[in-house]
Nanobody
């Protein structure tokens, strides 16, 4: 079982920066990839960025050039550095982990509780 704890959301002015963190804990699994998704009011949840266990990254077009996803050396914490934030970035941001259960080899998806990011003057 994987537990995810997110932090770092808040209120920021347009053009400002925020850094989100998501720490994964538990045992009996191997993380395949970690990522961030977001959901604005009245909209579907959408991909922001992902990073594989090998370090490969993938970004939504809206995030390219402004956001950077990274992980720590132990590969159990993922970060999202968000710069040049815009009002349209306002959403609840969710951490996502794809992990393989070591005993069953099943690949499972886990979600964090979400953290609110509000970009407003």
């Amino acid at each position: 079982q994987v537990q995810l704890v997110e932090s770092g959301g808040g209120l920021v002015q347009p053009g400002g920066s925020l850094r989100l963190s998501c720490a994964a804990s538990g045992s009996g699994f191997s993380i395949n990839s970690m990522g961030w998704y977001r959901q604005a009011p009245g909209k579907q949840r959408e991909l922001v960025a992902t990073i594989s266990s090998g370090g490969s990254t993938n970004y939504a077009d809206s995030a390219k050039g402004r956001f950077t996803i990274s992980s720590n050396g132990a590969k159990n914490t993922v970060y999202l550095q968000m710069n040049s934030l815009k009002p349209e970035d306002t959403a609840v941001y969710y951490c996502n982990v794809r992990a393989q259960v070591l005993t069953t080899k099943l690949m499972l998806l886990y979600w964090g509780q979400g953290t609110q990011v509000t970009v407003s003057s």
